[in-house]
């Protein structure tokens, strides 16, 4: 195979075999821009390397003669004492790793070559410090030596000298250092460091090679889910110099702002720099305008390729540079990062411009993206004085008092402050103090961390690893840059969607897409701004290229009125245990502790009417859609009193002799239903089977709910669904009672009713046995929250906040399966049942209604996975709208 492509050979769409940047740096090449000659060697030589231990055979040739070539085009040879051309060694992936692998610049510098280059460039010290980079960047990267070493050194230079920048250093003294890095170099490999340029560069390409395999590069594609085997290109580059005087200079440049998305001039330019100054931050960036001013030939011919660039690529490109005394020269250049309203907009932009079509936008804009505009935000009017910035780990806008600990936190929350939660870190102890909070601030850990994944789960707003920001958890405060003092009790804001911490309270507003969604901002009138047009513009799309119905989950009239405002075409699950909190518990536990038949009936005859009247609100907040009720799912000593309270209320009682004997038989039917693993234990169908008269009880509430919609002129579709099932055989005793009192309530009312009954997928032996199941059941819909507990053994309530951060940041997983559906292993039975289930009911109508119904990637998993619907949290319907869109486009 062809090992090495000169950048006049490449294009954009070779990113598999360039790398990203390679592929942008010969496209670029070929638009006729002005790239400094180089060349790239593929990720498949690397893959050679890594595997051998050796580069392939006939790599070295071929690098030779794409050197040679590169030689002969720029007039000189790679080292050339007299007057050398040097060369850029760069990684290049195919999916960026910021920062994961290596660089060697300045290849070709050696103590001939060195004087070569002052006596050109006419800049002594500019070559002495070429060189004294290629020392420390060869040595850190190739000769993998301490890093620190090199720097400890330069930091005596300068005391030696008095003095604390380094551009104090003059030739001779950089001379010096170049001589000292040398000898750190032989001292930590006994060797010299090499001086043959053609030596250099070899054993930088395969220090870039290696690079592929570094432990922090591993770690971070486990995190990112990047494939381990891909391996980087390398990108051979001629250099050029932006450190040669104020008429150079190094910049970056976005062809439209990416935080909002408007056309314009956008970035930072650096005189007299090379890249590295500014991410290192030495010196002060100026805005890209001021270019202008500073070099107008330069800046003219920049704004020309960016919009060139920008109506090729037909999106935002960002864009690094640097000016050679006066000319201009791209360096990189890759579609770029935006945020969230910047990437609808663009898109729409980009529609309306006509560069691309509506398909084409509708999939560069992702549900994630449709759920960071619908949270609350901080009116961009008021005033606000930022203290500090994070990691913008879980997003939203929260505001309250600092607190320090979790039982401050729980204990102001109770008298009804709203509180921040502000920890150096977080760890389960924190759990209930994170729960009571409205937001969580840490100064230490990233976006794995305790606390953003415990946030991210809880839907919480948080912001992780703001460093600057020191919490003083022992004195309750928190210190701020400049000595500013936030003492417990201080009203903060947080931004979880910017990662910025404002002192005081900046006010909320609720953001106009969900203002949209929810029906008050008409998208044709003024009030629309362009944002709610781009999200209305490509929900329409979306809906129209869509295959799956998506439904909400929803317990109450109110929520299944607001799911249908979002779209939502049904309820896909109403959880019936909800409606039996508050006043009817007591009702409940009436039920529970009934020791005879007719003790029983008069409590389910008491329940009868309340469950009516929820049926009778939700079916009318749906009319005409179908609402999937779930029968009873969870453990009864839920709705009990906790087994130790009682017993400590009980025993202090009869030790006063006061104990009543309702209490006593409460006492008995607590200990009764307790269970170790509740979760596994009485719960879902199994109740159906063993508290008689419950489910029937439920199926006839939500008959008559139905007959008296009937009669209202409604169209109520209930759907029935038993939870938890895990053989045919629970389904069709429950399925017969339930018919039947279908029958009954039917004829009663003198009504024709006739429902849907079906059933969850929730235990791996449920997935196994679908082709059974679906001989009872109607419908299936998968209960992906339960299916993932059961399926990896993993306690929903308990591990995402126990280990599950520990999990993430070995990389087990680069994403909670509560959060995104394991596909390999819950998809698997997925797919089976759906297979199996259709199997025997051809035409068996299959949905979703865990978490998962919500989650971006797991929608287009149940797209390909042929569900016919997707349900979800009705906050969650519109994500799920366009995703579904997307999936299908
Ligand atoms: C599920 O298990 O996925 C489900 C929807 O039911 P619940 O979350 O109520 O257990
Ligand atoms: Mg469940």
Known sequence: PKYVYEFTEGNKDLKDLLGGKGANLAEMTNLGLPVPPGFTITTEACRHYLEHGATPPGLDAEIEEKLTALEAKMGKRLGQPDDPLLVSVRSGARFS???????????GLNDESVRGLAAQSGNERFAWDSYRRLVQMFGRTVLDIDGELFE??????????GVTSDLDLDADDLAGLVETFRSIVHEATGSEFPTDPREQMRRAIEAVFQSWNAPRAILYRRQERIPGDLGTAVNVCSMVFGNLGMDSGTGVAFTRDPATGQQGVYGDYLQNAQGEDVVAGIRNTVPLAELERIDPGSYAELLTIMEKLETHYRDLCDIEFTIERGKLWMLQTRVGKRTAAAAFRIANQLVDQGLITLDEAVNRVTGDQLAQLMFPRFDERAGRDLLGRGMNASPGAAVGRAVFDSYTAIKWSRSGEDVILCRRETNPDDLEGMIAARGILTSRGGKTSHAAVVARGMGKTCVCGAEELDVDTKNRRMVAPGGRVVEEGDVIS????????????????????VRYFEGEIDPASDEADELVRAVHRFMQYADAARRMNVRANADTPEDAARARRMGAQGVGLCRTEHMFLGDRRTLVERLILADTDKEREEALAALLPLQREDFVGIFAAMDGLPVTVRLLDPPLHEFLPDITELSVRVAVAEARGEAHEGDLRLLQAVHRLHEQNPMLGLRGVRLGLVVPGLFTMQ?????????????QGGRPRPEIMIPLVGTVQELEIIRDEAVRAVREVAEDNGVELDFPIGTMIELPRAALTAGQIAESAEFFSFGTNDLTQTVWGFSRDDVEASFFSNYLE????????????????????????????RATRPGLKLGVCGEHGGDPASVHFFHEAGLDYVSCSPFRVPVARLEAGRAAA
């Open 152 to 161: 400890d050194a330069i930091d005596e230079a300068k005391a030696r000298k």
């Open 810 to 837: 070995k990389g087990v997983f680069g994403v909670s399966p509560f959060e995104t559906l394991d596909t390999d292993g819950v998809g698997r039975l997925v797919r089976t049942a759906a297979e199996e289930g």
């Open 699 to 711: 199926v006839r509430a939500i008959a008559q709910a139905a007959a008296e919609r009937v009669k």
């Open 97 to 107: 790793m910021p920062g994961m692998m290596e660089t060697v610049l300045n290849i």
């Open 494 to 513: 947080i931004d979880g969607t910017t990662g910025e911490v404002f002192l005081g309270e900046v006010p909320v507003v609720a953001s106009p897409v």
